[in-house]
């Protein structure tokens, strides 16, 4: 066995020179990194603002509604979810803040899509509006 490890630190010090132990451990190092990167902690959920076990409530004369029409604490017709969209223009522009440039609208073409991403289906919506 002692042989086996001191063929294999040769062979180590004759391709990689004597700080061997160096890159072995950056090697180590590095897959370490790459793991922790692709299999560590993702972004966080979108949490539902309904409990998924009480996905719609009984209204006492045999209608059904769900949680998402009423506010739980009033009773009362939910009017929006979020205080900074109130309106379908302040949604889009959250969404335009919160996705930074992300993915907005999609065409299906073949067996894929073609994206619009937030910013230019604003820059479409600005000049639409000065026609």
């Given at each position: 066995m002692s042989e086996f490890v001191s063929s294999t630190?040769?062979?180590?010090?004759?391709?990689?020179?004597?700080?061997?132990?160096y890159t072995v451990s950056g090697v180590v190092a590095g897959l370490m990194c790459a793991s922790w990167f692709f299999l560590g902690p993702g972004p966080e959920?979108?949490?539902?603002?309904?409990?998924?076990?009480?996905?719609?409530?009984?209204?006492?004369?045999?209608?059904?509604v769900s949680p998402l029409m009423l506010d739980l604490?009033?009773?009362?017709?939910i009017e929006y979810l979020y205080e900074d969209a109130k309106t379908l223009h302040e949604v889009f522009m959250r969404g335009l803040r919160i996705a930074r440039n992300g993915k907005c609208l999609g065409t299906k073409i073949g067996n894929g899509y073609q994206w619009l991403t937030y910013q230019q289906v604003h820059q479409v919506d600005f000049f639409f509006n000065y026609l």
């Amino acid at each position: 066995m002692s042989e086996f490890v001191s063929s294999t630190e040769l062979l180590l010090q004759t391709y990689l020179g004597e700080a061997w132990w160096y890159t072995v451990s950056g090697v180590v190092a590095g897959l370490m990194c790459a793991s922790w990167f692709f299999l560590g902690p993702g972004p966080e959920p979108f949490r539902c603002p309904v409990d998924i076990h009480k996905q719609s409530i009984d209204t006492g004369d045999g209608v059904r509604v769900s949680p998402l029409m009423l506010d739980l604490k009033d009773g009362k017709p939910i009017e929006y979810l979020y205080e900074d969209a109130k309106t379908l223009h302040e949604v889009f522009m959250r969404g335009l803040r919160i996705a930074r440039n992300g993915k907005c609208l999609g065409t299906k073409i073949g067996n894929g899509y073609q994206w619009l991403t937030y910013q230019q289906v604003h820059q479409v919506d600005f000049f639409f509006n000065y026609l």
